[in-house]
């Protein structure tokens, strides 16, 4: 017998339960890129949820729209960017930044993304094109106005490298030139030694006449001066300084102008 035909007796068969869940649409392609693209951790210095994960804020324009624009949507468009997010009901929630927000929308909800219906045409936005064109030049505005700000930075860093390079070229210049002349003529090194023994020489006349001008007592002054110590101390600070000096950003300049009074007096 089989087990499948219905007899008279039986109860009445109930009709097939579709399986919950068949026959859902599910959410649209926009959205679910969208929320990939925002989720990616990766990617959080050019795109991020804000802190409460209630919003998404794009950080880096010009990197969102060269760079994760194509990989996902196929086109660099910023503002078709926009304009789709607009058309699934998403607000821009801060007017200094690119900060998008949608109750359907959030942190960690993907499933939430089939309650965002995608807004119907209006009959005046149709009828007026006008404000839609405004809409888009201000996006293109604002969007020029991040571009700028980010040319003006390079420049800005661009600048301070040069003159970063530039002295250093300008340095290399003139120790090439000097061992160029020290190689070249033994007098010009002998002349050097000379100019920094005078200096040495000038040094401890100073500080000789710095002693006998002091206000120390006679008692303190020679037990001092026993022990040597207050005249070598006094010699080898202004020693430091003369070397400091000497190899500061100013001792080149003043190694050239030597080179050049040692050229003189030669010829």
């Known amino acids: 017998m089989n087990p499948f035909l219905h007899r008279e007796n039986d109860p009445p068969l109930s009709p097939p339960k579709p399986v919950e869940g068949l026959h859902e649409i599910g959410p649209p392609p926009f959205l679910i890129k969208?929320?990939?693209i925002v989720e990616d951790p990766n990617t959080d210095h050019i795109v991020s949820w804000n802190r409460g994960g209630t919003s998404f804020v794009v950080w880096d324009l010009h990197s969102f729209s060269e760079f994760l624009l194509p990989r996902h949507f196929k086109h660099s468009?910023?503002?078709s960017f926009v304009r789709q997010l607009?058309?699934?009901g998403f607000r821009k929630i801060e007017a200094e930044r690119w900060e998008f927000a949608n109750?359907?929308?959030l942190l960690g909800q993907r499933h939430l993304l089939k309650s965002i219906k995608r807004r119907a045409s209006s009959a005046s936005s149709i009828q007026d094109p006008c404000v839609q064109l405004l809409k888009e030049k201000q996006l293109l505005s604002m969007e020029l106005a991040s571009l700028r700000q980010q040319q003006q930075t390079a420049r800005i860093y661009i600048k301070s490298m040069e003159q970063r390079i530039e002295g250093a070229e300008k340095k290399q210049?003139?120790?090439?030139?000097?061992?160029?002349?020290?190689?070249?003529?033994p007098t010009f090194l002998y002349q050097l030694l000379q100019e920094r023994d005078m200096r040495f020489k000038e040094v401890e006349v100073e500080v000789e006449e710095r002693e006998r001008g002091s206000s120390v007592s006679e008692l303190e002054?020679?037990?001092l001066e026993?022990?040597?110590y207050r005249r070598q101390r006094n010699v080898k600070e202004e020693e430091d300084m003369v070397v400091e000096r000497e190899l500061d950003d100013g001792f080149w300049e003043e190694l050239l102008s030597n080179e050049s009074l040692a050229s003189t007096s030669s010829s």
Request: hydrophobic letters at 45%; charged letters at 15%.
């Open 221 to 223: 002054a020679l037990a």
């Open 226 to 228: 026993m022990q040597g």
């Open 77 to 79: 468009n910023f503002s």
């Open 34 to 36: 969208t929320f990939e």
């Open 103 to 105: 109750e359907g929308f």
């Open 86 to 88: 607009n058309t699934y």
């Open 173 to 185: 210049k003139k120790m090439m030139s000097f061992l160029a002349r020290a190689l070249q003529g």
